[in-house]
């Protein structure tokens, strides 16, 4: 049974950082593009940023371009995030998820979440 644990949340002020980890167990996922995902209170999910199997392409949402990175450690069966320039907005639950794609994270095809992380950015 694949189990993802993200790390790494909390709270922090405004243009600050964070590196947020989630680290997979149950079988080796570097095959499967991966990514993060966030909900914030009353919000729907909103996609963040994936990376492909080999961690030769990534896509980020609008939200994050310039400001996020997602990376992975395909050694390590783990993958990370990145987070600069926080914003009071950026205050969600984040979630990593794997796909059975190699290429994209979409949550109709991916089967394997995390529990999630909080990160609050205070203004």
């Known amino acids: 049974q694949v189990q993802l644990v993200e790390s790494g949340g909390g709270l922090v002020q405004a243009g600050g950082s964070l590196r947020l980890s989630c680290v997979a167990s149950?079988?080796?996922?570097?095959?499967?593009?991966m990514g993060w995902f966030r909900q914030a209170p009353g919000k729907e999910r909103e996609f963040v940023a994936n990376?492909?199997?080999?961690?030769?392409?990534?896509y980020y949402g609008d939200a994050v371009k310039g400001r996020f990175t997602i990376s992975r450690d395909n050694a390590k069966n783990s993958v990370f995030l990145q987070m600069n320039s926080l914003k009071p907005e950026d205050t969600a639950v984040y979630y990593c998820a794997a796909s059975l794609s190699r290429e994209f994270v979409r949550p109709r095809d991916s089967p394997y979440w995390g529990q999630g992380t909080q990160v609050t950015v205070s203004s």
């Open positions: 149950g079988r080796t996922l570097s095959g499967n593009a």
């Open positions: 990376i492909n199997w080999s961690g030769g392409k990534t």
